[in-house]
T-cell receptor, first 111, second 113 residues
Framework: EPEVTQTPSHQVTQMGQEVILRCVPI?????FYWYRQILGQKVEFLVS????????KSEIFDDQFSVERPDGSNFTLKIRSTKLEDSAMYFC?????????FGSGTQLSVL | SQQGEEDPQALSIQEGENATMNCSYK?????LQWYRQNSGRGLVHLIL?????REKHSGRLRVTLDTSKKSSSLLITASRAADTASYFC?????????????FGSGTRLQVQP
């Protein structure tokens, strides 16, 4: 069964460093998303991506964040200068008619 | 106000019992979806119910939707210890310019063996 894969599963970084979270969505899906979940809290929408551009973003997705689909298969989320409050589980998802398919997430810890 | 709020926040039942979780939302929707999340893992899509549907079944899952009350319920029948997880509702808004789902806070279900 096709699945969304995310790497790495865990990422530890120092405050102020750049991180890139990687995702390979399901190949025939057209919409891609990043969500995040701070421990014990809601799943929060960050950004959606369609036709090689951002289609929607939340207030969380500020200038420190960017997304890219560099090669037609990978879908990346970059955080330029991480803050302590960026520590969360980051989920990539791609969309089918019957709902979103989520990856297993990248646990980002900012020290 | 938040879109997609589940209640109860936590539910503990015995194996074999039924578990009912409720979700309320604020805006008009195209559909409503339920997801499951095991601790520390990703979300798994369980079921989607469209705005013109009132009830849907999938195995031991039964979902209802009442658009007049802007509410949905998820029923898990004959629960098993393996059903222990957090369950989230997510709404797909009617506004066609917005394609992102909005998730609720979730119900933590504990099924005691």
């Amino acid at each position: 069964e096709p699945e969304v894969t995310q790497t790495p599963s865990h990422q530890v970084t120092q405050m102020g460093q750049e991180v890139i979270l990687r995702c390979v969505p399901i190949s025939n899906h057209l919409y891609f998303y990043w969500y995040r979940q701070i421990l014990g809290q809601k799943v929060e929408f960050l950004v959606s991506f369609y036709n090689n551009e951002i289609s929607e973003k939340s207030e969380i997705f500020d200038d420190q964040f960017s997304v890219e689909r560099p090669d037609g298969s990978n879908f990346t989320l970059k955080i330029r200068s991480t803050k302590l409050e960026d520590s969360a589980m980051y989920f990539c998802a791609s969309r089918a008619s019957q709902g979103l398919f989520f990856g297993s997430g990248t646990q980002l810890s900012v020290l | 106000s938040q879109q997609g709020e589940e209640d109860p926040q936590a539910l503990s039942i015995q194996e074999g019992e039924n578990a009912t979780m409720n979700c309320s939302y604020k805006t008009s929707i195209n559909n409503l979806q339920w997801y499951r999340q095991n601790s520390g893992r990703g979300l798994v899509h369980l079921i989607l119910i469209r705005s013109n549907e009132r009830e849907k079944h999938s195995g031991r899952l039964r979902v209802t939707l009442d658009t007049s009350k802007k509410s949905s319920s998820l029923l898990i029948t004959a629960s098993r210890a393996a059903d222990t997880a957090s369950y989230f509702c997510a709404t797909d808004p009617m506004d066609t310019g917005r394609r992102a789902l909005t998730f609720g806070s979730g119900t933590r279900l504990q099924v005691q063996p």
